[in-house]
């Protein structure tokens, strides 16, 4: 079921990373100040996606809660994670945690003698487990209920209602309310019923239509997150002038400044587990933006690039110091993250 970290494709292990290297050290995370990628990683499913889902990355060097046993007792954990979506249909990194174990370690836990084959994703902190078989083995968190009534699809606009009561009788005082008849205008509003699930797998199969909706909602929802990923991977990431920069090394290795703001840069090694390098973005001689690159040549062979660029003092910007990746917020009803 799991994979060695390394395994992943690039570009989730730097995500990860980055996120890590965000949270690190902060009030949203206590106890990781030695937090690192841990060497096994998971993937997920969701019914509703092909292949690959998420990736669930253990978080290594903290103290975690875990389940130890079938009955779901609580113990102690050396490992928190980080999941990360593999496309756009949720948030680029819908879920973590510092202080819990990693959702496919406690269903292993929940699942007796059964050997969980695949994990799968439903809901914001729901997750199932299946053998190889594709019988259900044990859940976390609540298991989606299957809807009955809902819209196929969200309105295209909404539309106004209104209800009137009048009176049939008049009454002489107001200590006894007269008989009302209620006039209503416009579409009722749908009124859905939920249910259990008849089984697993009817569960799977009639996912991606009984939450078509919500599941639309929810991408829809998630689009600004991605826009922002899309901008660091096309321009790179912005330090603005006096300003430091930590940035992880996927394993150990050398690194390395090139590019015309090279210069405007201070480069430092931070002796630590994970290694990192420490970016002091300094005064640039032109007033604009100094691009630079940061070239990471690792210890297997691999090579890694990544693009920065420092802001010069003064630079209007209302996204100074703004992390990574939004913080996290209200949630949509059924969301997957």
Known sequence: MRVKRDDVPLEFRRRAARHLETIRGSSMAPGSDAARLGEEACPLYRPDVRGVAYWEFEIAGVKT?????SNGKRGK????????SAG???APIPHWSVELEPPSRGLEALSKDGSVAKVFK????????????GNYLANLGQFPPMPDGLPAKPPAESTISSLESHPVTATKTDKRVAKQEVKRTAPRAPKPTVKPWPSWAQAKKGFASAYKPHLAMLRAAKEPAWGVEDLVAKLGEGIHEGDRLTVPLLRPG??????DGAAAV??????RDPPAVELLAQGAKEKAEQEFELRLSYDDGSVETLTFFVVPEGTPSNERRVPPHPLPGPRLPGEGG
């Open 65 to 69: 809660v875990s389940r130890s046993g």
């Open 77 to 84: 954990s050396d490992s928190g994670f980080l999941i990360l």
């Open 88 to 90: 756009r249909h949720d």
């Open 122 to 133: 439903l809901d914001a902190l729901a997750y199932v487990a299946e053998d190889a078989k």
């Open 254 to 259: 050398k690194a390395e400044l090139a590019g």
């Open 266 to 271: 201070q480069m430092r090694t931070l002796d």
